[in-house]
């Protein structure tokens, strides 16, 4: 089992910067992949951001050249930058950790951290 915690949401306005913080129960070099990802009421959770083990990031077209992920392996964290925040980008934000083991993968997730951009 893995445990996350989220935290950094609050309300900030258009054109502004907030640092999310994802904290894991275990080294997240067993990790393979830590993502964040977004949902809005009556909208399917989205993949916001990706931060494989090993390999690329990968980013939501509607983010790229605004947020970065990145991994924290001396503190288990992972953490989203999200600058030039804009209106659509309000929701609650969710980490995400997804385990391989042997052939098995397990999909962790946090309780959620809301975002609201707004004047």
């Known amino acids: 089992q893995v445990q996350l915690v989220e935290s950094g949401g609050g309300l900030v306005q258009p054109g502004g910067s907030l640092r999310l913080s994802c904290a894991a129960s275990?080294?997240?070099?067993?990790?393979?992949?830590m993502a964040w990802y977004r949902q809005t009421p009556g909208k399917q959770r989205e993949l916001v951001a990706a931060?494989?083990?090993?390999?690329?990031?990968n980013y939501a077209d509607s983010v790229t050249g605004r947020f970065t992920i990145s991994r924290d392996t001396a503190n288990n964290s992972v953490y989203l930058q999200m600058n030039n925040l804009k209106p659509e980008d309000t929701a609650v934000y969710y980490c995400?950790?997804?385990?391989?083991?042997?052939?098995?993968?397990?999909?962790?997730w946090g309780q959620g951290t809301q975002v609201t951009v707004s004047s």
């Open positions: 275990i080294n997240i070099f067993r990790i393979n992949v």
């Open positions: 995400k950790a997804e385990q391989v083991v042997e052939t098995t993968t397990y999909n962790y």
């Open positions: 931060a494989p083990r090993w390999g690329s990031r």
